[in-house]
């Protein structure tokens, strides 16, 4: 390691809304983290379901019809398609009827009548998208709408990773709103501690630390976004075959995986399976995960028990 090694950036913005940042480590870390948060801003502008001049925005906008798209976005939505597959259905990005119909976590949210519920939950199913890979078009069901809100940021995190390591970088966090990547290892100690969040506190509470080197961690949890009418929780993932928002056992699943894209495209799906399939699927991918549920109770899979330290003794690991 020379000194230049040890010069350090951060970088703090908001997009893909929510809170994004970078630390790079190395000498030309300003140079490199610039073009990483204009790569976000243009994969936003062109990825963005609220967009109606983004891809996103247009396929949406052409319900019914064919719409051709770029590689990158054609190669997303694939990509989609099999992480929906590999839950069951319970990812399904053409939950954007759903997502619109809830409003959970704003302002307007309201429950919806069973009578709107039926209608809109019909409109989704992810096996209606048809996709011509020759042409790189792709054509929705009429009235379907897609949302890549549960799968964009694990894919840029992966993107921008590539990017900073084609550059130099060789130690790192890219932290895309709790989307988190890790380059190499930590120049000063080694692994990188990352904090589990606490689901019933205030965000930087912790119920432990993680040590990992290299690595995507990537958690989708009620705390995020919700909204509460006559005492019950409304998360902001819904269940595509009930229509409804989720409100399970599970408050929190961390992903650990070495794409953060994997991480990202279960974190939802697994989120509504539930523990014991998620843990299922985990194993058959060899990957790892951090379940904290509403009993305050904490699971973790065998690969990463070693790594993990319980910080909040309300907590109890099983
Ligand atoms: P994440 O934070 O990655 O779990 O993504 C959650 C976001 O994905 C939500 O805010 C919705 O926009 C969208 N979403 C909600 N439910 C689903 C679902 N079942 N499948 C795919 N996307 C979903
Ligand atoms: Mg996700």
Redesign the pocket.
């Known amino acids: 390691m020379n000194f230049n090694d040890k010069q350090k950036e951060e970088f703090s913005f908001q997009a893909l809304g929510t809170n994004c940042e970078f630390i790079i480590y190395g000498c030309n870390a300003k140079y490199i983290g610039n073009i990483g948060k204009r790569e976000v801003e243009i994969f936003e502008k062109n990825f963005s379901s609220y967009d109606g001049n983004s891809e996103i925005g247009k396929i949406n906008k052409n319900s019914g019809k064919l719409t051709e798209l770029s590689r990158e976005c054609f190669d997303l939505i694939k990509k989609s398609i099999f992480y929906s597959e590999l839950t069951e259905g ?4 053409t ?1 954007k009827p759903l ?1 619109n119909l809830w409003s959970v976590g704003k302002d307007n949210f309201n429950i919806p009548s069973d009578k709107t519920i039926n209608k809109y939950r019909e409109l989704v199913d992810y096996k209606k998208i048809e996709l011509r890979e020759q042409s790189s078009e792709i054509k929705l069901n009429s009235g379907q709408q897609i ?1 890549l ?2 799968i964009a940021k694990g894919y840029m995190a992966d993107k921008l990773k590539d990017i900073f390591v084609t550059l130099g970088v060789k130690s790192g966090i890219i932290n895309l709103g709790g989307n988190i990547v890790l380059i190499g290892s930590n120049i000063n100690e080694k692994t990188w501690t990352i904090g589990i969040q606490d689901p019933f506190e205030n965000r930087g509470e912790y119920v432990g630390i993680i040590s990992l080197i290299d690595k995507s961690i990537v958690t ?1 949890g009620v705390y ?2 919700f909204s509460i009418k006559d005492n019950k929780v409304y998360s ?5 075959k009930t229509a409804y928002p989720i409100v399970g056992e599970i408050l929190s699943i961390s992903i650990i995986s070495n794409k953060s894209i994997d991480g ?1 495209g279960l ?3 697994l ?2 399976l539930g523990i014991e399939k998620s843990l299922k699927i985990l194993k058959e991918l060899n990957l790892d995960g951090i379940f904290i549920t509403k009993d305050k109770k904490v699971i973790i899979t065998e690969g990463i028990r070693k790594n993990f330290i319980l910080t909040n003794e309300e907590f109890n690991i099983v």
């Open positions: 319970f990812f399904d990005i939950i997502v949302d809100g549960a989708s995020e976004r902001h993932i819904i269940n595509p990202d974190s939802t799906g989120y509504i």
